[in-house]
């Protein structure tokens, strides 16, 4: 049955306040009441999964500031686009915990950038142990949305995250069902190998509003389905007895006459959403005030349409915003 209201979700932590991925960033996010916190997974040279939102890092830590990995800048394909930067499989996790997190969008959230460079790295089990101990510090049951990045690339690179985050989980004592655990991906192959590898959670399917899922069209080209078609009646059809829901770009849910929760509801599947943000610089047109980018607008109006579209996640980057609005 879907729910009164949506969980709320804090996304990478409490990022409208604190530089994503980090240890304030989580420990806020569980102060201000969410249900869940989302983290995202990418591995080390030596197989270690660390909390960050991309392999390439200098947009979100000082890599780029220390001298000593001045020669590890490359350009690569990722997901089939060049990207050139510091990446995290090109490091160990020894030499990746000496950096320090930093907020990625200065211009919009000038008070989280004030919080940087004070914090090293997670690693997939620290977060684990961290919201392990917030729920019994806050007296109640806080889950975790795992995010699962570029696992095809991963793959190809000779590092196969299934295995690792299994391995992570068991050692936690995250993956019997005893703690509320969902595993997302925008690639459904992995989401299949988390499931062969016995890990009990409830697996999301993450949906773009356009492209196609990479795994799909390393698989078979151009032939891969869109992410659109995939919530058509019939691609919704098709994920039924595969992943428990799907995970979907706000903005197709802010289009007039979409019928995607309802579709998906009506075959036993959940609907999670991303991201309810509140500044300028986030929300469609309609919603947008005056005070440029990081100045909020009416998020509320834009939040409203998200609730009555009957939701079962959302996730947000202010959770106490979040909290208040979403559980009314």
Do not use: C
């Not at 890092?57 to 686009?81: L, M, N």
């Amino acid at each position: 049955m879907p729910r009164k209201s949506p969980l709320v979700i804090g996304h990478r932590g409490a990022p409208g306040y604190r530089p994503e991925h980090s240890r304030s960033s989580y420990e806020l996010a569980l102060a201000m009441g969410v249900d869940a916190v989302e983290p995202d997974v990418v591995a080390t040279s030596d197989g270690v999964l660390v909390i960050r939102h991309e392999n390439e890092i200098s947009g979100t830590t000082d890599v780029a500031d220390r001298p000593e990995f001045a020669a590890r800048k490359t350009t690569k394909r990722i997901d089939g686009q060049p990207l050139t930067g510091w990446f995290t499989e090109d490091f160990t996790w020894q030499e990746l915990s000496i950096l320090r997190t930093r907020e990625r969008l200065p211009e919009v959230r000038p008070s989280s950038a004030t919080f940087g460079d004070a914090q090293p790295m997670l690693r997939l089990i620290d977060l684990l142990d961290l919201v392990r101990a917030g729920s019994t510090e806050h007296g109640r049951e806080i889950g975790v949305v795992l995010e699962i990045k570029h696992a095809t690339y991963f793959s190809s690179i000779g590092l196969d995250l299934a295995p690792l985050i299994a391995r992570d989980l068991r050692a936690a004592g995250w993956a019997d069902g005893e703690l509320p655990l969902t595993i997302e991906s925008f690639e459904s192959t992995v989401l299949a190998q988390l499931r062969a590898e016995g890990i009990s959670a409830s697996y999301i399917y993450l949906i773009e509003a356009s492209g196609r899922p990479y795994d799909q069209f390393v698989a078979v080209g151009r032939h891969a389905a869109s992410y659109k078609s995939v919530v058509t009646p019939k691609g919704l059809d098709a994920l039924i007895g595969r992943v428990d829901g799907i995970s979907v770009n706000k903005r197709m849910l802010l289009a007039r006459d979409n019928t995607i929760v309802a579709d998906a509801h009506a075959r036993g599947l959940k609907v999670f959403t991303w991201t309810a943000r509140p500044e300028n610089a986030f929300l469609a047109a309609e919603f947008r005030g005056d005070g440029g980018r990081q100045a909020y607008g009416d998020y509320e109006a834009e939040w409203a349409v998200l609730a009555r579209s009957g939701i079962d996640g959302v996730f947000v980057d202010h959770p106490d915003l979040g909290v208040a609005f979403f559980r009314r």
